[in-house]
């Protein structure tokens, strides 16, 4: 077992600190004779990249990232593929509050006492940094995928709730999610979240955010009953994202308020294909793809960081208050639609290659 | 990897049919010289059992747990751990019509559809019985951790909602729970459930629910960033279980509506120990236990069984009808409260083994 | 990781003492629709059997198996396999002797001091009795690989060194094998063995001896570097085996004393298949299969029970003597060969599934 | 599971090919504040490196190793370590022979067949540079273990066989290993051993080797039955090592000649300390450590780039030749042996942290 690693068998392994000179991450089993380049993971890199509105953090990281090993003459070889970005605005400055201090809702309690030391320079492992990683693991399982499944395969995700603020679903355009600076497919609610956040901004706060995530064109079969089911291993891929409290497949909790009747999809033919009548499964029956729409939703808490002083204690076991000044996202949910996007791709590739294994 | 296997370190690993001649698990890691008898493992079985009462399944399983393997006198010896529990209650019946026909809901057809094969019989591999062996292993689990953490250590788990109805959380006593057939903290909620579920009975509908556990006595530090965080393999262990759809940690999906200084939990000293001022995190930051209680909620989805005839299609591709009769749990949720605390238990005990190796 | 599991993806798990009720595995990742019967199992495990002939402990097992789960109508259906062999001839009697003294040769003094408890009846789970679930596991295997590499794929072992007494490898005939109660290959040599062996277990003393095992109609490209290697994982599966001391693959240590120019395997079209001229490799380049034979050998240290009585120390650090009587193979290699055919089928099995989950 | 991580809970992944920008390594699970420095690691590397004298291949690298992450002030910090070595004389050449026709003795042929695709510059993955990572990683293996266990810890390795040529035993001295290009412990047969080599190295040929690896001051208790033995983990790791045919624990392949007399290391007490008499047995009992050396050998295959040409086949399936020019090492098992060193390092780390979470 790794603690920095996810899948089973298409599986990855990140590394790197906020303010290290680098983060980086390694693809193992990788299928061979995928094309791959820079460009490919690049893409949806910059999706997620920092300071490209008022609206995410103004920490300005280029992100770009290098291959450094596993791709051939622009194809993958079946061997590892080392995956680096460079570090380049670590803003040196005083470190001196936040190396004494506990913040609230941060990591920086609970690694201090785990490991007896933490490097807590920007958050140090604990950084949503780390993320920029899951998407460039990501884009190279969206490669794979949409070599082996075609051009129905696509993920997508959007940003439906922000604070108490849900989107409007009737709204729901794809096509807004790019958009707007929020990933949100509700134009109206863009257009109220702007002011929104603007305030929370402002006012040195914060807010949280739902978001949901979607992959069509995906294949009947993938998941492996009982302890790697694909809506088990999504919800750990989900959970494992910074600041994520809650994670819902399908109707999720709203199932739990439902009949019998209300809640299971049924099944009629379509000439000589099988339709189902409604996805309140989200496309996952007893672990299994049913080749239905895979969907889910996470919630993910406001960024821990603001302005208002707010009581901790320090390493020396002092009552003290903190106040975390610098850039940061207000609404740190923002920037996860990208990576939910790409955790969807790794999980759904990884339990692709574990069908091929067991089935094929 | 293991399909049917869970946890790092403390490891079980679960088989076994609705309808074969018996369900076992083997549980690999667990530490010597640990005080197991069958009796401490039958106490949370016998709390599982179906059969108890009108609103469980009327299936008659004693659920008798032998241990095979692994105790010595009395005591673990840190060899694995073989439980086994004999199917009494296999009803033989006229399987016709659930061979041929997909039930809406069920795993019926994506386990037809991925391995071209299912044992049919009460739901083979993906019936709930399967969770008999997940309380068997926590109960173990549990035993563990007792003698690791002392009496402060607990797990408990309560239904909060029952369909549509959710209990008082100003009425919770967590001695009501083992007074109502509903492992419901809330009595007069409780009351109240009694004859909506004898409604549902009767009409043969079923409902859905939300299960909380909490775990108190963990102490600080288990957990592994990134990959392993504690939250995230609760998420995994939890959306394991059958029909869950949605799972929870702290403050959940509420979070999302926060703002960061409503959602942080501030911390003060308390004497010379570190108290947190709320427990919005659930008692997990960074991914890592912070002390205080670990706190889990999920959703249960109306079970799948229900009388009133649903479209569906059979193995020929012909669209068709079923409605399924027979022995059923109105509202599954319920015998997911043991449960919930076995996973509870064994992703704690897990997590407790790896930190020990790393950072002991 | 689970202590007790070999395997990637065809992943088994054994639990069970030698004194125990019952020893037993799980076997996880089983490719569904494989016909499966007790008979194809029990086929191999009588060959392992004790009690066939003088020459092995006359401890009487009818070694039953019974498949608990994951085989419906005859067919694998993909759910983990749990098979069980009830332990019969767990003769009671005195274990004072042994509960109390570290005989020299085996795990006592290592399991005592690592578990600080130890199941010393019949040697617990370090008896070679564990080794009956690798043969009925790779038997299952052997199905497996059977039906997808079709007649030309055959698993076959053999003793070639009985204590200093290697055969004649110009005599090899495998229809030997089966008619003498060595698994020898060379009828010659076989004679011989009986006399020695005959005169070794009189004595109570024993033996050591070399097994070679050989896979044919293996395909090429099974084996993943770096670590994942077809030799690596194999030499891992033989050093498992009770009492095992070294492993080669194809020329082993005689490939150090060689050139160059006499090792590495020169290659020619053979029609349109290329042939391999020689096969030093023992069928394994850069850790992947090459369409040659696979050839391994591996050396079994003789039997630690022995009648002579032997300096050792107490549980009080007392030094005493002690002489193992009782039922002991007087050379444990014998029934190590269809243990070799099982471990073989076993890593090829993993790895036929790795490949199809990375390349095909 | 990943093809290219090697240990359960101190876990490596390595990445990267000959030719490729630069090799790396991700180190998980690695304990907190272990003090660790590029220098530490630089050392072992030095070793290992290529070009230190004309029995080595004149390939020139500095194989200057960079700590990308995981150290905060010169400590560790429980996150993964990213290690990574540049490389630097990747001497740009014709490829066009090697690209088009299968190297005998390489693993040319089998990347090809299995994965459609090989990076054929200088060997690509299954390049012997791989083996730098292996003793980075190994350094810091060494590094938490002489921080655990003291002083009294130490592994070392040397060459006993040189092709035909072993060395005498009675000549043994640890001191002389680091006075000659072989890491020879015998000074005669070091000498004898020049003019053989440079017989070998003239005549274009090469020649095979036998390491013997050993590790003192290692506590009893290491190592899991059944599948996670020591020994059987050890012979994984060594038959990882590029070119490596054979593996032995203990007395080796020589136990098959002994008697039960002969080979059972007897027991006496030395103070209030179990002495053994022998070690026969390697310092593993049962898979678990006995507190004695644990010592490990492994054979070498004569390196298969040659000058001498060879029958082989083409990518067109045509009769061809190859002789293959170039800088080799005639004796690619003398470098073998700091890497010998580290895995018996990493071994032993990775089960004294399995041997914490269980037993402590």
Not at 5 to 14: E, V
Not at 337 to 349: K, N, T
């Amino acid at each position: 077992m790794s603690y920095n690693s996810f899948g089973h068998l298409f599986r990855f392994t990140t590394w790197g600190e906020s303010h290290g000179p680098a983060i980086g991450c390694v693809i193992d089993g990788v299928p061979p004779r995928v094309p791959l380049s820079e460009a490919d993971i690049q893409y949806h890199l910059d999706r997620r990249r920092p300071g490209q509105s008022r609206h995410t953090t103004q920490r300005r990281e280029p992100d770009q990232v290098q291959i450094q090993s596993g791709v051939f003459e622009g194809l993958t070889t079946g061997a590892p593929i080392s995956l680096v970005i460079e570090n380049v605005d670590q803003r040196s400055k005083d470190y001196s509050d936040i190396a004494r201090k506990f913040r609230p809702g941060h990591a920086d309690f609970t690694y201090q006492l785990k490991y007896g030391i933490r490097d807590y320079r920007g958050g140090g492992r604990s950084s949503a940094r780390e993320t920029a990683m899951r998407v460039a693991a990501g884009a190279v399982a969206r490669k794979v995928l949409a070599g082996a499944w075609g051009e129905e395969f696509r993920v997508r995700a959007a940003l439906v709730q922000m604070g108490p603020h849900p989107i409007d679903r009737d709204n729901w355009e794809w096509d807004a999610v790019d958009d707007n600076p929020f990933f949100c497919p509700d134009r109206q609610a863009a257009q109220k979240w702007e002011g929104f956040l603007d305030g929370v901004r402002k006012a040195g706060s914060s807010t949280g955010a739902v978001i949901e995530v979607e992959a069509t064109g995906v294949p009947v079969g993938l998941g492996a009953p009982i302890y790697a089911k694909l809506d088990a291993d999504l919800a750990a891929a989900l959970m494992s994202i910074n600041a994520v409290k809650g994670v819902e497949i399908g109707a999720g909790f709203e199932a739990a308020a439902l009949s019998g009747e209300e809640n299971a999809d049924e099944m009629e033919m379509d000439g000589d294909q099988v339709r189902f009548r409604s996805n309140k499964a989200g496309g996952v029956l007893g672990g299994i793809s049913s080749g239905q729409p895979v969907v889910a939703r996470f919630a993910v808490k406001p960024t821990s960081s603001i302005l208002s002083p707010r009581k901790t204690v320090d390493m020396d076991g002092q009552d003290t208050e903190i106040s975390t000044k610098g850039r940061h996202d207000p609404c740190v949910g923002i920037r996860a639609v990208p990576v939910a996007e790409a955790m969807m791709a790794l999980v759904l590739c990884d339990h692709w290659l574990l069908h091929k294994a067991q089935c094929e």
